[in-house]
């Protein structure tokens, strides 16, 4: 069954930090792109970040460059996302999902994870 599970939300701080993991089981990785979404109280999807697990490239949404980065772990078949510098227009339920090709547009994406949330505040 191919399933990806995001950990990692929680509560922070406003200038603080949180690591989000997106680990994949019964498939691998290696041949799809990873994007982190999210989506707001009455919003829609958000794309924030992709990596390509081939190659490793990498692209960001601009409400969130400089503060958040992206990374692979093939071996692990995990993505992870860490938020720094966060803001409470950063709440949000986050997203992972995997596709065929490095885009923020949350419709390119096949597999999607359940969420998991995440709250700035003070």
């Known amino acids: 069954q191919l399933q990806l599970v995001e950990s990692g939300g929680g509560l922070a701080q406003p200038g603080g930090s949180l690591r989000l993991s997106c680990a994949a089981s019964?498939?691998?990785?290696?041949?799809?792109?990873i994007g982190w979404f999210r989506q707001a109280p009455g919003k829609g999807y958000e794309g924030v970040s992709c990596i390509s697990m081939t190659d490793g490239s990498t692209d960001y949404a601009d409400s969130i460059k400089g503060r958040f980065t992206i990374s692979r772990d093939n071996a692990k078949n995990t993505v992870y996302l860490q938020m720094n510098s966060l803001k409470q227009e950063d709440t949000a339920v986050y997203y992972c999902?995997?596709?065929?090709?490095?885009?923020?547009?949350?419709?390119?994406?096949?597999?999607w994870g359940q969420g998991t949330q995440v709250t700035v505040s003070s």
């Open positions: 019964g498939f691998t990785l290696d041949h799809y792109a």
């Open positions: 999902a995997a596709g065929r090709g490095i885009t923020l547009r949350y419709y390119e994406y096949e597999y």
